[in-house]
C-alpha cells in the first residue's frame, strides 16, 4: 500500500495504486501523485493577486451555496441513490471552499441553508444550471488568473464541475 496525495485538495489516498480520481475533490488522475512528490497548489509560493482573491471569494460562496443546495436536495430525494449521490456533491463542494480557505488563510464561513424542489426533476435541471455556471466561471477564472497554482486550481474545478453534469444528464 501507498500513499498518494492530490495536488488540487492536497488530501492523502491510501491505496495499492493512485484512483481515477480525487475521492475528496473529485481531480482526476493526473493531479494525483505518490505522497513524496506531491505538492499541493494552495501550499505552493507565491502572493496571489487582488483579482485572484476576487475570484477565489466569488468562488467560495458559489462553492458554499453549493454545497447547501445539495444538502437540501438530498434531504428531498426520491431515492436512496440520488440521496447519496446528492450528499457526495455536498461533500465534494465542500472540499472545493475548504481548498480556497487555505489558499486564502481563511477560516471556514459557517454553514448556508439554501432551497430546493421537492421534485427531482426540478433539482436535476437546477443542478446543471448551477454545475453549468459554474464550469464556465471557473473556465474563465483560469483563463485570466497569472499564477500558476490558481491556474491548475481552477482548470480543476472547471473540469470537475462540467463532470458533474455529465453525471446528472444521466438522470434527466
Given at each position: 500500500?501507498k500513499?498518494?496525495i ?25 493531479y ?22 476576487k ?9 458554499m ?22 450528499k ?18 481563511l ?11 421537492d421534485?427531482?426533476i426540478e ?8 454545475e453549468?455556471?459554474?464550469?464556465g ?17 481552477f ?5 470537475v464541475?462540467?463532470e458533474?453534469?455529465?453525471l ?5
Amino acid at each position: 500500500m501507498k500513499t498518494y496525495i492530490c495536488e488540487i485538495c492536497g488530501d492523502a489516498y491510501l491505496g495499492t495504486e493512485a484512483p481515477s480520481k480525487c475521492p475528496f475533490c473529485g481531480a482526476d488522475r493526473s493531479y494525483i501523485k505518490s505522497g513524496g512528490e506531491a505538492s499541493p497548489a494552495f501550499r505552493r509560493e507565491g502572493d496571489i493577486s487582488e483579482e485572484s482573491k476576487k475570484n477565489l471569494l466569488e468562488t467560495l460562496d458559489l462553492e458554499m451555496k453549493a454545497n447547501a443546495i445539495y444538502l437540501c436536495m438530498a434531504g428531498k430525494a426520491d431515492s436512496y441513490e440520488l440521496e447519496k449521490m446528492y450528499k457526495r456533491l455536498a461533500k465534494v463542494e465542500l472540499e472545493h471552499a475548504t481548498i480556497v480557505t487555505k489558499f486564502l488563510g481563511l477560516q471556514m464561513p459557517s454553514g448556508l441553508t439554501e432551497q430546493c424542489s421537492d421534485e427531482d426533476i426540478e433539482n436535476f435541471k437546477r443542478t446543471v444550471e448551477l454545475e453549468e455556471y459554474a464550469s464556465g466561471l471557473y473556465t474563465k477564472f483560469a483563463k485570466e488568473v497569472g499564477e500558476q497554482k490558481i491556474k491548475i486550481f481552477f482548470a480543476a474545478l472547471a473540469k470537475v464541475e462540467a463532470e458533474h453534469i455529465e453525471l446528472i444528464k444521466n438522470y434527466l
